[in-house]
């Protein structure tokens, strides 16, 4: 079973809707992330988590919310869809304690489409 | 600020071609350096990293080799493979948050 599950995969969605994307791992680690790719800009990140009581804002943060429910999960949402928002989004996680040379663990990926 | 140049894609080599892909980096002191994979359809996978100047990060065949005179830690492969063919992604750690700064990625295509 896969170490960091991201979920749906693939998502079609219109302008104005709210969406949330989930993410899930087994690997105990404590920092949780939220990229976005897309094409030509390589991997921005939307927010990061160092723990559950921990949330910080990434470099491109507006428009997105993120919910740290547990070690294991954090999920990003999108209050308000919009076309720009059309994306490759990842999660990562990461605990340098464990690995001991800050490895980022990336999931599948969610493909994102705002019509 | 923190930031990571690569070269511009797309590449495509024949099987059993040199690659190199050129990566390099501006951030104050030290950081760590990274290259990362990524296969079609999935996320990305750490290939190889260096912590400090000189290091040389290996696998798989790839190397690279931290620059700290160039800040320059560009990716090599003596004969590369079709199984190969993936987007590879520079990116570099610096600071006590752990956050990555990605380069914009290279397509590279391995033809037969």
């Known amino acids: 079973d896969a170490d960091v599950t991201q979920t749906p995969r693939n998502r079609i969605t219109k302008t104005g809707k709210r969406i949330m994307l989930e993410c899930s791992q087994t690997?105990?680690?404590?920092?949780m992330y939220w990229y976005r790719q897309d094409p030509g800009l390589g991997l921005r990140l939307i927010y990061y988590?160092?723990?559950?009581?921990?949330?910080n804002k990434g470099e491109i943060s507006d428009g997105y919310s993120v919910s740290r429910q547990a070690q294991a999960k954090f999920s990003l949402s999108l209050e308000s869809a919009i076309p720009n928002q059309t994306a490759l989004y990842f999660c990562?996680?990461?605990?340098?304690?464990?690995?001991?040379?800050?490895?980022?663990?990336f999931g599948p990926g969610t493909r994102l489409t705002v019509l | 600020g923190n930031s990571v140049t690569q070269m511009e894609g797309p590449v495509t080599l024949s099987e059993e071609a040199f690659l190199t892909i050129n990566c390099t980096y501006t951030?104050?002191?030290?950081?760590?350096l990274f290259w990362y994979v990524q296969y079609p359809g999935e996320g990305l996978q750490l290939l190889l990293k260096?912590?400090?100047?000189?290091d040389k990060g290996s696998n798989k065949g790839f190397e690279a080799t931290y620059r700290k005179e160039t800040t320059s830690f560009h990716l090599e492969k003596g004969s590369v493979q079709v199984s190969d063919s993936a987007v590879y992604f520079c990116?570099?750690?610096?600071?006590?948050?752990?956050?990555?700064?990605f380069g914009k990625g290279t397509l590279l295509t391995v033809n037969p």
């Open positions: 988590s160092f723990d559950v009581k921990d949330i």
């Open positions: 990116a570099l750690r610096r600071g006590s948050n752990y956050k990555l700064t």
């Open positions: 690997k105990g680690h404590d920092r």
């Open positions: 951030a104050t002191g030290y950081p760590s």
């Open positions: 990562a996680t990461s605990d340098p304690g464990t690995s001991g040379d800050n490895e980022q663990f």
């Open positions: 260096a912590t400090k100047a000189d």
